[in-house]
């Protein structure tokens, strides 16, 4: 016969016993068999096994941020947790107790608390043993199990942060990001309660601002399906403005209808569609075409607008700035991303705003303001690292160009190890395709600068720099050549040149360089100052060098501009 399994004899502290007397006499004096204690490990027992932030528990006790009809920020409790969360005393001693009893790993905390006020623990990260997961989950009845379930998934929902309303929203998300996508996954949505569908739909858009796109379309997508059973309701434009995004990001062209003003809520999504639109135009260096976008919007109510619309005014004066710095207006631009960076609580652009404005010091010969910026920029995330290093190696070049020619071999070693990262990366959209262009460009001037004037044979591979530049420019997710093209086959023209017996290569890469420049001109784009020193500092060396060889200048030489207002 077989032998009945013997059940554990173990407390919600973890600790084991010999016999069920002993178990019973421990149990009745831990604090960790106490209701709210116990109640609490189950919910960690049905979250994903890693260590998971206090922060969660402590944004349980607080309403939520949310934007009421007006555009306004309002708080109020969407999801319906257990009674603990109502109780700052409750939770409070019950979170202390499975810290005290050592039923929980306690680390340093990974997300940052948005309170001023937060408990000790809300700085911490607990983990439960996998041991004492196992035990908890099997000592549940099938029907306290689902209720644990949901609850758990309610509670890591609640505790996501939400853009524009969670100050920390890039380094929190990352946090809760790997806690919410398998409950998104897994959860049934009528489960959830009509009240609570708006908030979900929120959540959906959220969590598509991390991940890879798979993740961020099911995201986006299941948004929809939430959004779809929910009438009357705003948040459908909000999954579809969020979708465009990506689309452009991954280079595709989307069709744009105007929105009517409706009220201010309404009007704020009016002004991220205008956004979307001018950022395509700009995609294909049509300016104009943007600042005729961006001038439609203002708020509903100019003297008096919402909290959104104060935010979507935010985003106009950065999208200004980017359209400034695009035309070469350079001085003008950082009078609009000098504040944005500087701003506090940090705006969504403010990390944006500070490489903006790393370029145009470089551009200006501003060194130290540039690494003043450099030196100030707060860093989250992988990529934001990578930018960052690449802000810095084009701030060296841009030095290296000018009088400080020792700077290229600090640039050359970022743009190397830039290289080494951006190699091992799955290409993904048009910024990293673009970021990777910038990184072969930036070898290509400094290995063009160190062979200048050496013999042929000491110039195959700086023509080989070039033709991986080119490369990486048509990589970007352009159908026509633009200016970064006119730019290699310019250097490589230049390269070509120093040959004693040039060839037809050089006549053809001429040619196409005036072909591509006729056809920016002729349909008016501007593509020019896309990328630091590109259109500037670079493209007048090398016009002036293939001058001194007798050929014909075909861009004119950059001149600062002298714009001082809005276009």
């Known amino acids: 016969m077989q032998s009945t399994p013997v059940p554990e004899r173990r407390c919600y502290c973890g600790k084991r016993y010999q016999t069920v007397s002993s178990l019973g006499r421990h149990s009745r004096a831990c604090p960790a068999s106490l209701p709210d204690c116990k109640h609490l490990l189950e919910l960690l027992a049905y979250m994903e096994p890693q260590p998971i932030p206090g922060d969660l528990f402590h944004r349980a006790l607080l309403p939520l941020r949310t934007w009421n009809e007006n555009g306004n920020e309002t708080r109020e409790r969407v999801f319906q947790l257990p009674a603990m969360f109502a109780s700052t005393e409750r939770l409070d001693a019950a979170v202390k107790n499975i810290i005290d009893t050592s039923a929980v790993k306690v680390s340093i905390g990974s997300t940052i608390p948005d309170a001023d006020q937060a408990p000790l623990w809300a700085y911490r990260d607990l983990e439960l043993p996998e041991s004492s997961r196992t035990f908890l989950r099997n000592s549940l009845e099938s029907q306290d199990s689902d209720c644990r379930e949901l609850e758990a998934a309610r509670l890591v929902f609640n505790g996501f942060p939400i853009p524009d309303l969670d100050a920390n929203f890039v380094q929190n998300g990352r946090v809760f990001f790997p806690l919410v996508v398998p409950q998104l996954q897994r959860l049934p949505m009528d489960k959830l309660l009509e009240d609570e569908l708006p908030r979900m739909v929120e959540i959906c858009i959220s969590v598509s601002y991390f991940g890879d796109h798979h993740t961020k379309n099911k995201a986006l997508a299941l948004g929809q399906a939430i959004a779809s059973r929910i009438a009357l309701s705003p948040l459908a434009l909000s ?263 040039p060839g037809p290569d050089l006549r053809q890469d001429l040619e196409r360089t005036q072909q591509i420049w006729s056809t920016l001109s002729s349909q008016t784009l501007e593509q020019r100052f896309f990328f630091t020193n590109l259109g500037t500092r670079w493209v007048d060396m090398v016009s002036e060098w293939l001058e001194q060889s007798g050929m014909p200048r075909i861009v004119p030489p950059w001149r600062p501009s002298t714009v001082r207002e809005e276009q």
């Open 239 to 501: 999954v579809q403005l969020r979708q465009i995004t990506l689309s452009l990001l991954n280079g595709k062209t989307v069709s744009f209808s105007l929105l009517p003003k409706t009220d201010r809520k309404g009007n704020s999504q009016r002004a991220e569609a205008l956004l979307l639109h001018a950022q395509q135009a700009i995609e294909h260096g049509r300016i104009s075409e943007a600042w005729a976008l961006v001038k439609q919007w203002t708020p509903l109510y100019a003297a008096q607008p919402s909290s959104l619309e104060n935010i979507m005014t935010s985003r106009l004066d950065y999208m200004k700035g980017k359209l400034h710095r695009f035309q070469g207006h350079f001085e003008v631009a950082r009078r609009y991303f000098e504040p944005l960076f500087n701003q506090y609580p940090p705006p969504r652009e403010q990390f944006s705003s500070g490489l903006h404005l790393i370029a145009i010091y470089s551009e200006l010969g501003l060194w130290e303001k540039a690494k003043a910026v450099i030196d100030k920029i707060q860093i989250f995330t992988d990529r934001q690292r990578r930018l960052h290093r690449l802000a810095q190696a084009e701030l060296s070049l841009s030095r290296g160009l000018c009088e400080f020619p020792d700077d290229l071999g600090l640039a050359k070693e970022l743009f190397a190890g830039l290289a080494n990262e951006y190699d091992s990366l799955v290409p993904c959209g048009k910024t990293m395709r673009r970021n990777f262009f910038r990184v072969c460009f930036g070898l290509a001037v400094i290995g063009h600068l160190k062979r200048q004037g050496q013999p042929e044979f000491g110039v195959v591979r700086c023509l080989n720099e070039w033709k991986l530049a080119y490369e990486a420019s048509r990589g970007c997710l352009v159908a026509e050549e633009g200016f970064p093209d006119l730019v290699c086959h310019l250097s490589m023209a230049q390269v070509k040149s120093s040959f004693r017996e």
